[in-house]
């Protein structure tokens, strides 16, 4: 599975290694004895019959070469011990990788929870600096390689490892001299390996690299193709692919062919070792026929192939590890950023009673409050949507300014608009409301409370946003516009539909309600998704109300018909509007004319033109907005 | 589907037919190996004969030599058919797309056709590689390695025949069953995707509304899904290597057994018995691996038959290669003109329009109501379902596709700026068009003032999708773009929707001054950006509802009037 990433290794490998077995098998402690002593019992098992056909062929084939009326009783011994050793092997080698399927599996899907609830909680900043093909490869690729690393690697490592402590006894035990030729080897093998393994590599980075131009190049180009079709750029396009195609051609030939060289060069390697193993087994059998037996050489030259097995399964596994320890610090790092702050105590409680008296329930009433614990007790403040903005300023990374010394106010109910150029600051104050971005300096309040008092989720739910893109997510339209409010029943849903004016598209559509969007509602038009997404802010229903271009892309014929619709969804609500077009802010209580983060003009729509400012200058035509 | 595909090899037959030679050439010595290792111990080292020792140990040196040669040949041109191989398919996979016609585009979608010309390219190739090298080698090693061991062993080898089958059949089941787990994880890894993709680009929208629990809730599902599958496909697999252990052992405790009494009885030696040992460990991890061939196969078949479906639609669309080349003015007449995307609905309906050449006509009309499409009808971006489109007094469908599209000069509403200078984007227009002509354009465009305070002016580097300019900049340039082509039809689909009323008046001035010759046909929502044309057109749910001048549908049309009187309360 997952893309293969090449010379990313851990910074830190061991700490992270630390770290995930830790996650991995904490609590799980009988679980590790029983792998070990599995582990332990089948590296044994692979040394012992190793040698076993060297001991047979000496102890019970050769004594029986030419024997008349022999006696294999001895043989059947033999192989049947031998069984035995088998049998508990291939047990414990099942248990081992049956028991880490399991283990592995759940505590990648552990991983996984705690990824996406850590993802869930982080603020907008850190959506901001991380691009989301980059947290993308968190989620599925470097998971996938901590499941490799988890079911595989490990018990391939530690298997490979002790076999080959055991293989290399027994070697020592059989044959010292034998075992000099294998020790020098190892570092003929290493040495060939390690220089391949590095040519290869860095035919691979550039292949990683090429493909990366040529994938990139399909994404755009397919999603330009109609513009292609239209200014008839057919041939120039295919001859542009054609010059990285070839070069992703090329880089990929050499990369795999490195790559494909290392088996046989490592086969005949081993080959090469037999023979000067057997040339030296050979010299000293003729030497000493008394110490040295066919037998024994054969024992071990069966013990040196497992050994250079072990030795190349040994080096590639950890290479893995290294690899997916690269994937988990990845991990980690995403694990530990910092959540967002929410240290509200404030909430938001359902009410009963009129004016000051109001007491708190639980049944459903219409009216809201904000509690206020003070002490051991606490007040009740109705929630109307009255904001105060004083003194604010603000910085996204601290350096540059995007807001100073912002002031203004709404009381319940009136609509306050938002004029200016593009990075003028305007959207960044309705970020501020929600505390999407915390304030530097200054405080905002909602019916007097300081909304940094107040629960983070209860905030939220008191203001709805439209923002200018629609995020609709796959599922039915009936379940994207219910996600305003999820316990909002289907009448709920349509009424709010025909309050958007989107019931008779919907209706148009194949299932109608249930119709699946997939892809970001890939099927419908800018329009008709900006539709749906204030039928999702109308079934909400909060008192305060954002409106962020909410009817950018929605054609003027079409917005005088949602008009009477908006009148309606904003009656009785605070709300914020930014817009482009002047004709949707020209009835605000007050308009705010926004320049460099800071607040140029206010006054309703009669002063300003009065004024003859900046915003009669725009209305009039005689500037624009960029 | 596989003979459609593995046809695109092309120049590459030969490395493609080389590489799997050379890999059989490779398993002749790998079998031929230790049968040498075997003769070394028999006939050497029993009779210590050290001359004989020396000459087999040289011939064993020269077979590995050989081996590795073959090894790498095979692993060089395997790789090289490889690359060439995927090469060719993204070659004729996009220079497929390029034929597509709008509606194949819509039919596949741009994010499905990505995903097949990137990861489901690479998947077949991989199957491909590791096909033309393994898929004759495992075979070919267990057919070889099962005849040298029947020379060595003689009766021995009965044993593998025994054995093989039902170890063939036990791999087989166990494929079967983990095949259709790992299918659903593997589907399962797209809603899993598709979560974490719609939270991250609506982390906004969840967090706004609050709506974080249940969308931890939705991706649990999706993790635990994935879970659920792979871990019974993969504690199937768990009895895969204990299966092959056991068999193998089991091989070896035979073999001893029955070589023991051979080797008694004077009708095998050691050095044989030891030989048939390394090849019952070839003949069980030849036919492993041919197992895997079926499952590599198997997992991939999915990406193959995407990749085969793009190869195989033919356009929807003929381009008339013969066509009539040249469109004589810019003259357009529907007549009984009827369009449905799909079959039965009714896009436009009726629609009888005449304009001549050189007018500027304005379309109004709801969002949905069809002038997107009316419009896209004269470029032949599609076909009508039945009536007929003319151009110049010939039908559409007459004139050569590449002549016609080049003579109509569509600004497309979703429209697409692409990375690489200014100047590259404005060629697009004009391939052979100099600075002064694209800064003629850009300047009908209004876009000439902002591009001359860019670094570099025509040479600033524009960003994939024109990311580093704004809205309004982006349309600018696209009319600039389309200008250059100069044609004898201008089709701007709400191509200034971003662009502040000033200046859209500017650019509507100056596509009266400078181009008046050409047919402008200017769909919007703004009245006041078709107010002059010679005619306007309203739509209305796929019907033309009224065809007349500003002043006429003023007078006649209650709701023009009642749009225009909306949109210039901002002006009085």
């Known amino acids: 599975m997952g893309k293969m990433k090449f010379g990313e290794k851990a910074k830190n490998p061991k700490a992270t290694f630390l770290r995930l077995m830790k996650d ?43 024997v008349e009326n022999p006696d294999f009783t001895k043989a059947l011994i033999y192989l049947g011990k031998f069984a035995v050793v088998v049998l508990i092997s291939i047990a414990a080698s099942f248990a081992v990788s049956y028991i880490m399927v399991g283990v592995a599996q759940k505590s990648i899907y552990d991983m996984r929870i705690k990824m996406f609830d850590k993802l869930e909680s982080l603020p907008l900043s850190y959506f901001d600096k991380n691009a989301r093909g980059s947290i993308m490869s968190r989620f599925a690729n470097d998971t996938d390689t901590l499941n490799q690393l988890v079911a595989n ?51 691979f980075k550039a292949q990683q690299k090429a493909l990366g131009d040529v994938n990139g190049y399909i994404e755009e180009m397919m999603n330009g193709q109609r513009v292609v079709k239209v200014f008839t750029h057919e041939e120039k396009c295919k001859e542009d692919f054609e010059v990285l195609n070839k070069k992703l051609e090329k880089t990929m030939a050499e990369a795999n062919t490195w790559a494909g060289s290392m088996g046989p060069v490592n086969n005949n390697l081993g080959h090469l070792q037999y023979v000067v193993l057997v040339l030296v087994g050979a010299v000293a059998i003729i030497a000493r026929p008394d110490i040295y037996t066919i037998g024994a050489l054969a024992a071990f030259l069966q013990l040196s192939k497992s050994f250079s097995n072990n030795i190349s399964q040994l080096s590639q596994q950890a290479n893995n590890v290294l690899l997916a320890l690269a994937g988990a610090e990845r991990i980690y790092k995403l694990l530990d950023e910092e959540p967002e702050k929410d240290n509200g105590d404030v909430t938001i409680v359902r009410v009963k009673g009129e004016g000051d008296n109001i007491e708190e329930c639980s049944e459903r009433t219409g009216h809201w409050a904000w509690k206020v614990p003070e002490g051991d007790k606490s007040t009740l403040v109705p929630l109307k949507g009255g904001v105060v903005i004083d003194h604010v300023d603000f910085s996204y990374d601290g350096e540059r300014t995007v807001l100073s010394d912002i002031s203004l106010y709404a009381k319940p109910g009136q609509k306050i608009a938002f004029v200016g150029s593009t990075g003028a600051g305007k959207t960044t104050i309705t970020n501020l409301l929600n505390r999407f971005y915390n304030i530097q300096k200054g405080i905002i309040t909602i019916d007097g409370v300081d909304i940094k008092r107040i629960k983070l989720n209860d905030l939220r739910r008191s203001m709805a946003m439209v923002l200018q893109d629609t995020n609709l997510f796959t599922g039915t339209v009936k379940e994207n516009i219910r996600y305003g409010r999820p316990q909002a029943t289907d009448e709920d849903v349509i009424k709010a539909a025909k309050l958007a004016n989107a019931h008779d598209f919907i209706m148009m ?19 008709q998704r900006q539709l749906l997404s204030i039928a999702r802010a109308a079934i909400a229903d909060p008192p305060i109300m954002v409106l962020d271009e909410a009817t950018s892309s929605i054609d003027t014929y079409t917005e005088t018909l949602v008009q009477s619709g908006m009148d309606k969804l904003m009656e009785n609500r605070t709300v914020f509007v930014i817009a482009h077009r002047l004709s949707t802010v020209r009835n605000s209580n007050a308009i705010m004319v926004l320049e460099n983060g800071r607040i140029i003009e206010r006054g309703d729509h009669e002063d300003l033109l009065k004024a003859k400012g900046v915003y009669y200058s725009l209305y009039t035509g005689k500037t624009e907005l960029s | 589907m596989i003979k459609d595909l593995f046809s695109r090899v092309r120049q590459y037959k030969a490395k493609t037919v080389a590489t799997p030679i050379f890999m059989v050439l490779e398993v002749l010595m790998e079998v031929l190996i230790p049968a040498i290792m075997a003769q070394i111990i028999d006939v050497g080292v029993a009779t210590m004969d050290m001359k004989y020792i020396l000459l087999m140990s040289a011939l064993l040196i020269l077979s590995a030599l050989l081996s590795l040669l073959f090894g790498v040949m095979g692993a060089k041109f395997g790789s090289e058919a490889g690359a060439g191989f995927s090469t060719n398919l993204r070659h004729d996979l996009y220079c497929k797309v390029q034929e597509f016609s709008f509606s194949d585009i819509d039919k596949f979608s741009p994010s499905s056709l990505i995903t097949r010309l990137t990861t489901d390219v690479q998947r077949v190739q ?21 005849i040298m061991a029947f020379r060595a062993g003689g009766i021995l080898s009965l044993v593998f025949v025994i054995v093989l089958p039902i170890l063939a059949l036990g791999i087989g089941v166990m494929v ?38 249940k969308e931890k809730k939705k991706f649990a599902d999706s993790a635990e899904n994935i879970r659920y599958n792979f871990t019974k496909a993969q504690k199937m697999m768990a009895a895969m290597s204990p299966m092959m252990m056991f068999v193998s052992y089991g091989c070896m405790i035979a073999i001893s057994y029955f070589g023991a009494k051979l080797v008694n009885v004077g009708r095998m030696d050691t050095g044989s018995l030891m030989s048939i040992f390394t090849y019952s460990g070839q003949i069980l991890s030849s036919l492993m691996m041919s197992g895997m061939i079926v499952v590599m196969y198997t997992m991939s078949k999915p990406s193959m038959e995407r990749i085969a479906e793009v190869l195989a639609s033919e356009s929807s669309m003929d381009e008339n290669e013969n066509g009539e080349k040249v469109v004589p003015d810019g003259s357009i007449s529907f007549e009984n003109v009827n369009f449905g995307y799909k079959e039965g609905s009714g896009v436009l309906k009726d629609i009888n329009l005449e304009i001549k050449s050189g007018e500027m006509v304005g379309v109004i009309g709801t969002t949905g109501s069809g002038k997107t499409t009316l419009v896209s009808l004269i470029a032949r971006l599609y076909d009508t379902s039945s009536g007929s489109v003319k151009v110049g007094g010939k039908d559409v469908r007459e004139y050569n596709l590449k002549s016609l599209r080049d003579s109509v000069s569509v600004v497309l509403q979703k429209n697409t700026l692409f990375s690489g200078s200014v100047r590259e984007n404005l060629q697009w227009g004009n391939e052979k068009a100099s600075d002064d002509e694209i800064e003629k354009a850009l300047d009908i465009a209004s876009a000439l003032s902002f591009i001359k305070e860019k670094e570099g002016v025509l040479d600033y580097h524009v960003e994939q999708g024109g990311a580093n300019f704004s809205g309004g900049q982006r349309q600018r340039l696209c009319i600039a773009r389309a200008l250059l082509k100069s044609p004898k039809i201008l089709i701007m689909d709400d191509s200034t929707s971003a662009v502040d009323t000033k200046t859209d008046r500017k650019i509507r001035e100056a596509l009266r001054r400078d181009v008046n010759s050409m047919t402008r046909i200017i769909i919007s929502q703004r009245i006041s950006s078709i107010e002059d044309a010679d005619k306007i057109v309203i739509m209305n749910a796929g019907r033309i509802e009224d065809v007349g001048t500003h002043e006429e549908l003023i007078e006649r049309n209650a709701g023009y009037k009642n749009l225009f009187e909306t949109q210039t309360k901002g002006r009085e």
């Open chain 1, 24 to 66: 991995v098998f904490e609590g799980r402690y009988l679980l590790i004895v029983l792998i070990v002593f599995c582990i332990i019992l089948s590296a044994f098992s692979t040394t012992y019959s190793a040698s076993f056909i060297g001991s047979f062929i000496d102890d019970v084939v050769i004594p029986l070469k030419g």
């Open chain 1, 509 to 527: 559509m194949k299932d109608g309600y249930d119709t699946v969007l997939t892809n970001n509602g890939e099927n419908l038009s800018q329009g």
């Open chain 1, 153 to 203: 690697g490990l018990v391939q490592l530690l298997t490979a490892g002790m076999t080959l402590v055991m293989v290399l006894f027994s070697m020592a035990v059989n044959s010292w001299i034998l075992l000099l030729v294998v020790i020098a080897f190892i570092f003929i093998t290493l040495f060939v390996t390690g220089t391949i393994g590095k040519k290869s590599g860095a035919f």
């Open chain 2, 126 to 146: 991989q199957l491909f590689t590791m096909s033309i090298r393994m898929f004759v080698r495992s075979p070919m090693m267990l057919i070889f390695a099962s």
């Open chain 2, 176 to 213: 079967k069953v983990t095949y259709s787990y790992f299918n659903a994880a593997f589907k399962g890894y797209d809603r899993f995707n598709q979560v974490v993709g719609e939270n991250l680009s609506g982390i906004r929208t969840v967090k706004a509304y609050v709506r974080e629990e």
